[in-house]
């Protein structure tokens, strides 16, 4: 089981890597052209009612960029953990170690369509250790 915690810890590394990567880069991201800039004044200056707040396409871009890192975060306390599980208690990892494997080659396939090569880089690596160390799990003897 030596390795498949290894597997898990690497993979929790790189979503705690990939969280402060998604984090900066968002927040401090400019766009490099003039176009790009009158999009993110638009999305600053278009303001709507949602209930009884005040709302604009910035605030839900940002607030949807820090809820992807608290997703990150828990995605790398849960790699640690598992693990931790791994080596104490593999029998308990079961459909979770799969279901988490699978979480992730959907991430791979959504930055494969949608972002550049940093996220679709992290993310296939982080589905192979979160893969490779739930086949390994599966696969161990009691």
């Not at 969280?19 to 766009?31: N, S």
Request: overall charge positive; hydrophobic content about 55%.
């Amino acid at each position: 089981m030596a390795k498949a915690v290894v597997l898990y810890r690497i993979a929790s590394v790189l979503l705690i890597l990939f969280a402060v990567g998604h984090t900066f880069g968002f927040l401090k991201f400019q766009a490099p052209t003039a176009e790009g800039r009158a999009v993110w004044e638009s999305m600053n200056n278009a303001h709507f009612q949602v209930g009884r707040t005040d709302a604009t396409y910035a605030r839900f871009y940002v607030g949807f960029g820090l809820f992807q890192t608290l997703y990150l975060l828990f995605t790398a306390f849960l790699a640690w953990r598992l693990g931790t599980l791994a080596r104490s208690a593999p029998q308990t990892i079961g459909a979770l170690g799969w279901t988490f494997f699978a979480v992730q080659l959907v991430s791979l396939v959504l930055s494969w369509i949608y972002f550049l090569a940093p996220p679709i880089v992290l993310s296939g690596l982080v589905a192979i250790c979160i893969g490779w160390a739930s086949w390994l799990v599966s696969t161990a003897r009691p």
